[in-house]
């Protein structure tokens, strides 16, 4: 599966004299895969695409996939460990191969994160 991290938008600020530094964490399983920061912007836009393994199981002569992607946004901080700008995940039942999917994440502190999936 291809998976291409968009963007972000409305993205809460966490810090206290500029805006957040935000990069994005995609996950499958044991797989983690992360952007490259943002400087300074609550509306990153990323572009960025990323390949996962799919575990597909045959229910009834149709190939199903039951797994979940993990995503999540982060803030940057140079002086310590990253905080959270929110999560969500994305089920992947329905991905057909050759079919790009935009998915919409509705993060669950703030803000939105914009996918493009396909099976392959």
């Known amino acids: 599966m291809s998976c291409r ?10 810090d ?9 964490v995609v996950s499958l399983k ?7 920061g943002r400087q300074n912007d609550l509306n990153p836009v990323w572009n960025e695409t990323f390949s996962f393994p799919l575990e597909v199981r045959d229910r009834g002569g149709e190939p199903v996939c039951e797994q979940e992607l ?7 901080d140079l002086d310590g460990k990253p905080e959270s700008l929110g999560s969500g ?3 992947l039942k329905g991905l057909l191969a050759g079919e790009p999917q935009i998915k919409i994440i509705e993060l669950q502190d703030a803000g939105r994160l914009y996918l493009e999936l396909e099976a392959g």
């Open 30 to 36: 044991a797989q983690r895969c992360e952007t490259a």
């Open 89 to 91: 995940t994305v089920p």
């Open 16 to 24: 206290r004299v500029t805006l957040s530094d935000p990069f994005a």
């Open 5 to 14: 991290i968009i963007k972000a938008t409305n993205l809460p600020n966490c």
């Open 70 to 76: 993990q995503a999540a946004v982060y803030d940057k």
